[in-house]
């Protein structure tokens, strides 16, 4: 559960901060559309078709281990060139491969405590395991959504200005490039 609150968490606040990042530090709100392309949707399609194969050759632990590796190479690759377009899509292309690894089982697991707890305790939990993980990703959905504009309007953003104070650039960047890793 804790695990689908944090991963929908970074999700969540990857995606509220993509379009603020990308028009006030690229210059051009249109190139988050190129990053989510690169990090959901090219990845995505490709860690499906491999993602079977791996559970095959090894664990679904081991392939949410290897997710999360995915995911933070990517985003420290970021972290260190964030002004660099060039190296955004590549750190998106790592990001990607570690959302999509994770996402190719993190059902399957979820599932898996379903015959654990049948197993253990001789009862099926079914609704009440996969409501737990909807209420977790309700959870992490609403609290980065509240931090994010809670913090935003502390830094004192003003969507109707051409340019943003030093504050707001400062928590713009520090939402997008540093939470993630955290």
């Known amino acids: 559960l804790l695990l689908w ?4 968490f970074i999700n969540s606040i990857m995606g509220t901060m993509g379009p603020y990042f990308t028009q006030y530090v690229y210059g051009n709100v249109n190139l988050n559309s190129l990053l989510i392309t690169v990090e959901k949707g090219i990845t995505i399609a490709i860690a499906f078709l491999v993602v079977p194969a791996l559970v ?3 664990s679904k632990r081991n392939i949410a281990i290897l997710s999360s590796i995915f995911y933070m190479i990517g985003q420290l690759i970021f972290m260190t060139n964030t002004g660099n377009l060039s190296m955004a899509v590549v750190a998106a292309v790592g990001r990607g491969f570690g959302h999509a ?3 190719g ?3 399957a697991i979820i599932a898996d405590t379903v015959e654990y707890s049948h197993w253990k305790f001789g009862v099926r939990l079914e609704g009440a395991i996969f409501c737990a993980a909807t209420v977790g990703q309700k959870c992490g959905q609403g609290v980065a959504q509240a931090l994010t504009g809670g913090l935003m309007e502390m830094a004192g953003f003003d969507g109707m200005a051409a340019v943003q104070s ?3 650039m400062s928590m713009i960047t520090n939402l997008y490039v540093w939470t993630p890793i955290i």
């Open 166 to 168: 030093a504050a707001t």
């Open 105 to 107: 089982v993190v059902f």
């Open 5 to 8: 609150v944090a991963r929908t």
């Open 101 to 103: 690894f994770g996402s």
């Open 56 to 58: 095959k050759r090894t």
